[in-house]
């Protein structure tokens, strides 16, 4: 899509976000910049920085409403088997869920919008930064680190909706890999040469943020990791390593972060879905959402309004150990005669929904790493060692299994899907390993209860409007069967 403004300010990002289904925080921003304006100072692209990430909280990417929203948080679960669409929805998905969507859906065109205005603002947040390298060296690598690992980051979550075939060295098409502000006509790059730009871009932030000027995140503190440092850019590459099918790379990726951060300690365990500061909370990246800022999860369960649009399918709710794990408390509730989702309740004690949206945590690297340890003959033990691992800081009274094969592969596959429930991974895990989803408890909301490998709806269709408004992209690069 074409960009004409940029916005560089936190209330600018805060004027879209939806709060309930009939408010809406109308704030005029500080700062528009035109797109053609210069920074004169290094201190100007951290100001852009700030910009950039903010811009994760709009109600297309990790924000939520009562519309169509939230398709990096909450949506791959509500597409997937994990959640089962209940009769308080108010049927704002209904196309996204059924996996009944065309080229026109106005939900996809905004997360396709939300995606590159991210990408816009980090290009720039680069654009005429070299210039200013000697001003404060360690300043620069920290501004242009983590601005090129946004734009990595970004575009690989692109991928995971708009592409078909995600291995390393697919000849299908992906997606624009935009390396300038208002690049308007780019057209669809293979899968590869997405996978090229995306490995570049973090190579060449890995290297910079390895020498700044300050610490880009406090040190040791695991329970608020607003921005990217170098432990998030290797969970950044352990991700897309298992995603492009490059398992030994994975591992190497998943081993440098779990080698520095910890898992939380059972008992501090809830403290990570309340935004407490207790003990190790074991995040890695979180974007953070404040008062007047959205909600990440009111798609799933409307906290302060007290409605449930999604409750955990039978399936998945039935998989937890309910006396001895942990997790189980700290991801439902029964709330009068329904269970419902409650990692997203609030912060503390407060039920308002606005909570800190956690992209990456280190248990996501134990099984990244022992799923990648499946991939690599020989390694089942080291699989099954992180398996075990992960379920002993969960499961009081956990005793280690012994499992080998499909039977270890198939424990990694649940223990993810428990691990990660409603953290954005369920559909695109299903996608990623060519599997059928089937829908336990399809309810009488969905109208389509399984999608089998292969189906057209696992690949998003190109919106209409960067078709129209690309002239490098036309009808014969549109996704197959759209």
């Known amino acids: 899509m074409k960009f004409k403004y940029v916005i560089l300010s936190l209330a600018m990002v805060s004027a879209s976000m939806l709060i309930s289904c009939n408010d809406v925080i109308d704030i005029e921003p500080e700062f528009v910049l035109d797109g053609t304006q210069r920074f004169k100072s290094l201190d100007d692209y951290e100001f852009s920085l700030i910009g950039t990430y903010a811009q994760f909280r709009s109600t297309a990417y990790y924000g939520n409403a ?31 869920v059924n996996w009944d969507y065309a080229s026109d859906n106005g939900a996809i065109e905004g997360l396709w919008t939300a995606a590159y205005r991210i990408i816009a603002q980090a290009n720039v947040t680069l654009r005429g930064i070299d210039e200013f390298a000697s001003e404060n060296p360690g300043q620069y690598n920290r501004i242009k680190g983590q601005a090129l690992a946004i734009r990595a980051y970004v575009h690989f979550d692109l991928l995971r909706y708009f592409a078909d075939d995600l291995g390393v060295n697919s000849t299908t098409l992906g997606v624009p890999y935009k390396t300038e502000f208002n690049q308007d006509n780019i057209a669809r790059p293979t899968v590869a040469q997405t996978w090229q730009g995306i490995f570049a871009d973090l190579a060449d932030a890995r290297a910079l943020l390895g020498d700044v000027d300050r610490t880009v995140n406090s040190s040791g503190n695991f329970s608020l990791r607003a921005n990217i440092d170098l432990i998030t850019v290797d969970a950044i590459l352990a991700r897309a390593y298992l995603y492009s099918r490059q398992y030994d790379q994975a591992v190497t990726a998943a081993t440098s972060v779990i080698n520095q951060v910890p898992l939380a300690p059972r008992q501090s365990f809830g403290a990570i879905w309340r935004d407490e500061n207790i003990g190790s909370n074991e995040l890695i990246w979180s974007i953070p959402f404040n008062s007047g800022e959205g909600t990440p999860a009111a798609n799933v369960y409307f906290a302060s309004g007290n409605r449930s649009s999604f409750r955990p399918s039978s399936e998945v709710y039935g998989q937890y150990d309910q006396v001895n794990d942990i997790r189980f408390a700290s991801y439902f509730q029964r709330v009068g005669n329904r269970d419902v989702v409650s990692k997203y309740l609030g912060k503390g004690n407060l039920r308002d929904g606005i909570v800190n949206w956690k992209v990456i945590r280190v248990s996501e690297m134990y099984l990244i790493r022992a799923e990648a340890y499946t991939n690599i003959p020989g390694n089942d033990l080291n699989a099954l060692a992180d398996l075990n691992s992960l379920r002993t800081a969960r499961i009081a009274g956990y005793v280690p299994a012994v499992l080998v094969g499909q039977g270890l592969r198939d424990a990694i596959e649940l223990e993810r899907r428990k691990e990660l429930f409603v953290e954005g991974h369920r559909f695109f895990d299903v996608k990623r390993t060519d599997r059928n989803l089937v829908r336990s408890d399809c309810g009488t909301n969905f109208t389509s209860c399984s999608l089998v490998s292969g189906n057209r709806a696992w690949v998003w269709p190109i919106p209409i409007g960067e078709i129209i408004a690309n002239d490098l992209i036309n009808d014969e690069d549109q996704n197959p069967g759209y």
């Open 66 to 96: 009562s519309g169509p929203a939230g398709g990096f948080s909450t949506m791959p679960d509500m597409m997937s088997d994990n959640l089962t669409e209940t009769g308080e929805s108010l049927a704002n998905f209904r196309q996204l």
